[in-house]
């Protein structure tokens, strides 16, 4: 958990969900996909602490350990496709990383998640509001993505809203590209058969 001026970092705003997942992590077979697993299973020495069990520790030895194989074969046997795909999963990976990538998406999944905490029901309007309004906080606040405690001031954040021309992003687009849930809007007009009543 990277903290920065007394702030929360944007990551920490969002779930696990799958639209998250599929973002961050990539899609199940994806060049990101596979950068994903395994920077994460190269960095198990620095992640075994926190294992909880023996069998995740076990689970983290064996990701570990393949990853380390993988990486020898390939080196030993100038696997170019390997690398190539490594290179291409790490750029996307840097693409949407949520710690330092301006993609909406990472607003938009921080707002939602921030917007239904505890089981509360919201709408595009309110995570799009919010979405840009963290987007605005962490630019004023500096290079990464952190949402600082002490929040800048209302015309502070307008004045960025507006500067970097925020309401121009296509919001909506993105939104429904990531698929999230919301509740269903109230049918207008009287429900089929209520003359039969």
């Not at 194989?69 to 949407?96: I, P, Q, S």
């Amino acid at each position: 958990m990277i903290r920065k001026q007394q702030g929360i970092a944007l990551w920490d705003f969002i779930g696990l969900s799958k639209p998250a997942r599929e973002l961050i992590a990539g899609k199940a077979g994806s060049d990101q996909d596979f950068a994903f697993w395994l920077r994460y299973a190269l960095n198990v020495p620095q992640l075994y602490k926190i294992a909880r069990t023996p069998e995740e520790k076990k689970l983290m030895k064996t990701a570990f350990d393949k990853a380390v194989r993988m990486l020898g074969e390939a080196t030993k046997n100038d696997d170019e496709k390997f690398f190539e795909r490594w290179a291409r999963g790490r750029k996307m990976l840097k693409a949407v990383d949520p710690l330092r990538s301006r993609d909406p998406r990472n607003f938009l999944l921080a707002a939602y998640d921030f917007c239904t905490a505890d089981g509360r029901k919201t709408n595009k309007t309110e995570v799009i509001q919010i979405a840009k309004r963290f987007m605005a906080v962490a630019r004023i606040n500096g290079p990464l993505n952190v949402i600082p405690l002490s929040w800048p001031t209302e015309e502070q954040i307008a004045t960025k809203i507006k500067q970097d021309d925020l309401d121009t992003i296509g919001w909506h687009a993105y939104l429904n590209k990531l698929g999230l849930k919301f509740p269903d809007k109230g049918k207008r007009g009287r429900p089929k058969g209520w003359r039969k009543h």
